[in-house]
């Protein structure tokens, strides 16, 4: 049974008219709109569909071409249907792509796309703002004092114009691999060479908090070994100022299993730092090979979903949600691809190719909506109080025709609510 105590707390709502009078015997509807945990999912195509122009943000070079209406049907049936019941976003910030020309960053398109996100009462994530794969080319033209000097001021103006719009990021990434990194050459793993990781872990961190002292900001990694442990008592040490640990959990290879989710979150939660699982993969189809050391070396031209496996990714992402929700340092969890045929064309998706919804879609869905949400309908006693355990998140009372939002946060015992 689920230990979900500490995603809930008590209030009592004490509702009055507008000269101050209770509003006593009065039968209300309690709705909860929004969670406070973070159900996320990748919100990449929001970029292209706002935007108004061909291309994913996570292809090269920025996009020119209009966005055709079929194109544009697909993406926003798509989106209507993942946050349907996901309630955060992770956009995309990686340098070569979002500014593949030096000086000409994708800004307009995607803050078209964070502002739609937001429309529809989307919390928004940009990632990543400093990382070795998918850097910028240009950047190799420089030594390595201008192109650290070049990467702060980046981060310093990115965070700064999406301020407001996008207020938490993934720093750095993958930063256990990134001075090891021999795959290519690139301009970013030269100055964690030079630099060493934790100096530049420290100079990226205070950039992105110089720009916006109200971010919350993300150390984040797929390396689960006691290499990132070590990295994060090394920069928690030197004072840096880490909000939350990221933990990517790309399971290509077969679902880690209730044991392993169980020890990564022991290791990490001895930290006493919020946890986010950032980048969440399970995949509906076959598992990619055992004996394949970095995924992206795992090409293939079609990788489809099936029955079996569909009903497999459903038990074991239902598991996993399940787990981690339960767990009190944990706050947010993100499904990578929202849809099939992205990264590595992997069955990864809660959508089929043609928008369809998979099983595992389904059932996550419904246990938001439903087990973990808070909805009812209530009398006020005669003082206009009524008392209420629920769910935390946004909520809104309605009576006598009126709507009244209110959060439930565990922050206060009583909040009194007026109506017009």
């Known amino acids: 049974m689920e230990n979900l105590k500490h995603r809930k707390a008590e209030i009592t709502l004490k509702l009055q008219k507008q000269d101050g009078s209770p509003v006593s015997n009065q039968e209300v509807t309690i709705k909860q709109k929004a969670h406070q945990f973070l159900f996320g999912v990748g919100g990449f195509e929001a970029v292209e569909l706002a935007g108004g122009k061909l291309g994913m943000p996570s292809t090269p070079g920025i996009p020119g071409e209009p966005l055709d209406p079929e194109r544009e049907k697909y993406l926003r049936e798509k989106l209507g249907k993942l946050y349907s019941c996901n309630n955060f976003a992770t956009l995309p910030f990686y340098i070569g792509r979002y500014e593949p020309v030096e000086g000409k960053p994708d800004e307009a398109r995607t803050k078209a796309g964070a502002n739609w996100l937001k429309e529809q009462g989307i919390a928004l994530k940009g990632h990543p703002l400093c990382w070795h794969t998918v850097c910028a080319d240009w950047l190799m033209n420089y030594d390595n004092a201008t192109i650290l000097k070049k990467v702060i001021e980046r981060i310093e103006r990115d965070v700064s114009v999406f301020a407001g719009l996008i207020d938490m990021w993934d720093v750095i990434n993958e930063v256990v691999i990134m ?20 100096p530049l872990v420290k100079q990226v961190f205070e950039a992105a908090k110089r720009a916006n002292p109200n971010s919350i900001l993300l150390l984040n990694d797929f390396d689960m070994s006691k290499d990132y442990e070590i990295l994060i008592e090394k920069c928690l040490d030197a004072g840096i100022p880490i909000d939350v640990i990221g933990l990517q959990s790309h399971q290509h290879q077969g679902y880690w299993g209730a044991e392993k989710v169980h020890d990564v979150l022991n290791r990490f939660s001895r930290f006493g730092l919020p946890l986010h699982f950032t980048e969440n993969t399970i ?47 944990v706050e947010a969890i993100t499904t990578w691809s929202g849809s099939d045929n992205a990264w590595l064309h992997a069955p990864a998706g809660f959508l089929r190719t043609d928008n369809s919804e998979k099983p595992s879609f389904i059932a996550l869905k419904d246990k938001i909506k439903n087990e973990w949400s808070t909805n009812l309908t209530a009398k006020t006693n005669a003082d206009g109080n009524i008392n209420f355990e629920g769910f935390k998140g946004d909520y809104e009372v309605v009576y006598m025709g009126k709507k009244i939002p209110f959060k439930l946060d565990g922050k206060n015992d009583i909040i009194s609510l007026k109506g017009d």
Request: proline fraction near 7%.
């Open 179 to 198: 001075p090891v990194f021999d795959k290519y050459d690139n301009a970013v793993t030269r100055i964690c060479k030079e630099y060493g990781q934790v």
């Open 283 to 329: 995949i509906s189809g076959d598992i990619m090979p055992k004996h394949i050391v970095d995924l992206n070396d795992w090409q293939v031209e079609e990788w489809p979903t099936t029955p079996e496996g569909e009903e497999r990714q459903k038990r074991e992402i239902m598991e996993m949600y399940e787990i981690l929700f339960s767990h009190p340092k």
